[in-house]
């Protein structure tokens, strides 16, 4: 019930702007057949940055995930991390937004190295 509201608030409070930026990500990179796969990362994405609460980020893989992570990074990752990262910043600048904050931070990290990782 706790992660419900947290995800209507988190809604409230940046995921919206959050879910669409990857979304919009996603339909940039689908543009190009090479970019399909950056594509689809994004709108996997994109569906958890609209609802964090209550799910984990785990991280593997391996060469191909490195590989893809750097080609990720140099074309779609960097503007993701840092528009997480400054909306964690604002959050927790209160005390009442510092749960928000580190969902923010929590996607930051995953807007530098989506490949590889998966959602609990």
Do not use: D
Request: proline share 5%; glycine share 14%.
């Amino acid at each position: 019930m706790l992660g419900f509201f947290g995800n209507v608030l988190w809604f409230l409070t940046g995921g919206f702007a959050e879910g669409l930026t990857w979304l919009l990500a996603g339909v940039a990179c689908c543009i190009t057949i090479v970019g399909i796969p950056l594509g689809k990362q994004c709108f996997k994405f994109a569906r958890l940055s609209v609802a964090p609460f209550g799910k984990e980020i785990e991280y593997g893989g391996g060469a191909p995930s490195v590989a893809a992570n750097i080609f990720w990074l140099l074309f779609c990752g960097l503007p993701l991390a840092i528009e997480s990262a400054l909306f964690g910043a604002v959050l927790c600048v209160t005390i009442i937004g510092i749960p928000f904050g580190k969902q923010h931070f929590k996607l930051a990290k995953l807007a530098l190295m989506p490949f590889g990782a998966s959602v609990k």
